[in-house]
């Protein structure tokens, strides 16, 4: 018989990953007829534990303090080990994120278990668990199960909708944990935004705007308008509150002393190399649509792309409209629309 | 000397980023078709650990550069036709399966006693090195067990930069969920850094330093260690391709002002 845990973190990039770990949870545990538990960790976990008061978690486990505030490798992890340990669930549940994935492996790793994450979804059949993940930079999708126990499964954002619980309070078994001095080397200072006003990444908007290194070209009169290419696109993400991705030549080109958009940096980056964002409409202009720059849309739902080159490879069944066009014309004209 | 690291960068090759994909049932497991045929590239994120590390190595005399790779041996020494010359580095090759569907345990276990066989290691002053992710399991796991294996518990994923002080303590930036980083101080050596991008070049190519690097290079494919690197007991139950091709509408010809009206519509639906 499995038992499964949540295990997560109560700090204020966690409330929707939490409920989506959550609704992961429930719905396998209702599947396996066995129970589940929440353990939480974070400066103070029981106001994120009431959340989940409802949602018919068995137990909760909590682990806090000011040494578990920030997310950190090295207080992290003995956490997370402590609430394994006293939950001997087998089957844990962690909530993507970066806090989440930075331990996961090697938590697994010191419980005798094994770790899996990107997890897109986790069924049970015949009281087997089974998992779906991407291989190669999403171009292969696999279901699979495995023997070692615990099996330590990071979820990855996005995949279901959560449920919302009704809050309650809750009874949070609280477990100690001290660290050594040898786990406090490393300080967290804060968070760094990217510079400049800006606000060019918004991971919830509905549409995904992707500009190609083709607004640095040479354009038909013979020269680079990037100040114009600049206008254009920031223009274009205030009015259309849009959410702003790159191609990874256009991102570094800043490196090269070519022609750059100023507000474009690595964070933007799409693809290969880059990020799998989930939104549900996106535009690409002025890129070619190859290979390494669309893997990272395998989770836009509707795509058009415009492009000078009827033969990009958009065209290659990778977008649902192109429209071969000058990216420069199209968009300054959206954007007078979308004044109107 | 202050400062001197001895960095160990573990990367390896992934398929070329063009090449199309298709997986296929084997004995041994999943695996991809015409897998050994496959024009193959360093996994891009560890490539980027890698210019990060000589960059390092060039700001910290004294340091010293690794690359362990683990791989079929052939494949290595195409592989090292292309590195070779993009930064100086002493090659430790693992002969092992480099698969995506192969376990990140079995890898990481691989990696492990190929460092502990470096000569001279002192993990005071070590760095270990690599991508965040790869490009072929994309699990971000592999990096994570070696450091944990060697006793690192100062672990940085997603990190696009690091900056050393005098005092050998440095700041790292490690990408966070919002479109931000969070910077951390770290008091310094030993420590894990998962590499994404960073923020350096490729490097162009130096004659000089691939004519260095390979005169090491080649021995140390011929004494490569073998690994057994396999499944892990996992069962795939069905490995496919994603069935997303679209039937794309090219529209050609088409008024500028009908176009951006058609996008706007779209948006707003």
């Not at chain 1, 997560?8 to 429930?26: I, P, R, Y």
């Not at chain 2, 592999?142 to 518990?153: C, N, P, R, S, Y």
Request: hydrophobic share 45%; glycine share 10%; proline share 5%.
């Amino acid at each position: 018989m499995e038992k499964i845990l949540l295990l997560g973190f109560a700090d204020q990039a966690s409330s929707k990953l939490l409920a989506e770990g959550a609704t992961v949870a429930a719905n396998l545990a209702a599947s396996l007829g066995c129970s589940w538990e929440v353990a939480l960790i974070g400066e103070k976990v029981q106001e994120a534990a009431n959340t989940l008061g409802g949602s018919g978690a068995a137990k909760f486990y909590g682990v806090e303090g000011e040494d578990f505030a920030f997310a950190r490798y090295s207080s992290d992890l003995p956490a997370a080990e402590a609430l394994l340990k006293e939950s001997q669930a087998t089957v844990i549940l962690v909530p993507g994120s970066s806090r989440g994935n930075r331990v996961l492996s090697a938590l697994a790793m010191r419980l005798g278990g094994r770790a899996d994450t990107h997890i897109t979804s986790v069924t049970a059949k015949e009281g087997k668990v089974l998992a779906n993940r991407w291989f190669y930079r999403q171009r292969m999708e696999a279901c699979f199960s495995r023997p070692q126990r615990p099996w330590v499964m990071g979820l990855e954002p996005g995949n279901v909708a959560p449920q919302t619980f009704s809050a309650s309070s809750v009874q949070v078994q609280m477990l100690s944990v001290a660290l050594p001095d040898a786990a406090k080397r490393t300080k967290v200072l804060g968070l760094k935004y990217p510079a400049g006003t800006a606000q060019t990444i918004r991971p919830d908007a509905k549409l995904l705007f992707v500009a190609g290194a083709g607004w640095t070209k040479k354009q038909a009169d013979g020269q680079i308008h990037a100040s114009e290419a600049e206008k254009a696109i920031l223009d274009f993400l205030s009015k259309a509150q849009a959410s702003l991705g790159s191609t990874k030549s256009l991102v570094d080109q800043s490196g090269e002393g070519n022609a750059v958009l100023s507000f474009m940096t690595h964070l933007n980056q799409v693809g290969q190399t880059g990020s799998t964002p989930r939104h549900s409409k996106g535009l690409a202009t002025c890129c070619h649509g190859e290979e390494p720059h669309v893997v990272g849309w395998r989770f836009v739902t509707e795509r058009r792309a415009v492009n000078t080159d009827a033969n990009c490879g958009w065209a290659r069944g990778k977008t649902d409209v192109l429209y071969v066009a000058d990216a420069f014309e199209v968009m300054k004209k959206v954007n007078e629309i979308l004044s109107a | 000397m202050a400062n001197a690291y001895q960095i160990i960068v573990c990367g390896s090759l992934v398929p070329d980023p063009l090449q199309t994909l298709e997986p296929i049932s084997t004995p041994g497991g999943p695996a991809l078709k015409n897998e050994l045929m496959l024009p193959a590239a360093l996994d891009p994120w560890a490539g980027h650990a890698l210019f990060e590390a000589a960059n390092l190595a060039k700001q910290n005399p004294g340091s010293q550069v690794w690359l362990v790779s683990l791989g079929p041996k052939a494949k290595l020494q195409q592989l090292m036709m292309s590195v070779a010359q993009k930064a100086a580095f002493t090659f430790v090759p693992v002969e092992g399966n480099a698969g995506g569907f192969m376990s990140s345990v079995d890898c990481a276990s691989a990696l492990v006693k190929a460092i502990q066989g470096i000569a001279g290691l002192d993990m005071g002053r070590v760095l270990l090195f690599g991508g965040w992710e790869s490009a072929s399991r994309g699990a971000g796991s592999t990096l994570q067990l070696v450091g944990d294996a060697l006793g690192i518990h100062d672990q940085f994923m997603g990190v696009d930069e690091i900056k050393v002080r005098e005092d050998g303590s440095f700041t790292v930036l490690e990408r966070v969920e919002g479109a931000c980083h969070q910077e951390s101080l770290c008091a310094g050596a030993p420590a894990v850094l998962g590499w994404a991008t960073g923020n350096l070049p490729e490097p162009t190519n130096n004659p000089q330093v691939g004519m260095m690097n390979m005169r090491s290079i080649m021995p140390a494919l011929q004494k490569a260690v073998k690994a057994e690197v396999g499944l892990d007991g996992v069962e795939y139950v069905s490995v496919s391709l994603p069935k997303q091709l679209r039937d794309t509408r090219i529209v050609k010809d088409m008024p500028t002002d009908e176009i951006a009206r058609e996008i706007v519509e779209w948006i707003k639906k």
